[in-house]
């Protein structure tokens, strides 16, 4: 009786991350040395991004009746988990990049704001630029035409005084 209590808490546990979370990318880490995983884990921890490795018995039970469902066929082999809770590409992003070094590492599905891709359409969903980037851009876009405008406006007013 107390095995199934212990696996009910980590169940519980997971479940409440899923419920907070943006996004939830799994990864097959296989074959990482201790000094990659180590600068891995690093760099998700300083981006707020939770990462842990869960048996696949106990995802596929939490998972269970959530926009999350759809992970259950990538339930197989050794799994990590990155849960996202603030931007929603922050764990592919950074999974991504760490992959392009250490070809040990390697997607093997996830779920962005309810949406779930495979491997190759989280390297797709990992190219996605953060939120304030996007921002950014179009704010960028923005003032371009503005300035544009005003100098305009600018030599008109010189040209007639």
Known sequence: MAKIEQKQVIVNEIKEKLEKAASLVI?????????????MRKQLREAGVDYKVYKNTMVHFAIQGTVYEGLDEYLNGPSAFAFSY?????????????????????????????????????????????????????????????????RVIDQIAKKEA
Do not use: C, H, N, W
């Not at 990864?27 to 600068?39: F, P, S, W, Y």
């Not at 070809?103 to 190759?120: I, N, S």
């Open 27 to 39: 990864v097959d880490a296989r074959g990482l040395t201790v000094e990659q995983d180590t600068a």
């Open 86 to 150: 603030g931007d929603a590409t922050t764990a592919a992003s950074i999974l991504s990049k760490v992959a392009k070094d250490v070809k040990a590492l390697e997607f093997k599905a996830g779920v962005v704001e309810g949406v779930t891709y495979d491997a190759a359409g989280m390297k797709l969903v990992a190219e996605i630029p953060s939120r304030e980037v996007l921002l950014s851009k179009l704010l960028g876009s923005f003032k371009s035409p503005m300035s544009s405008f005003a």
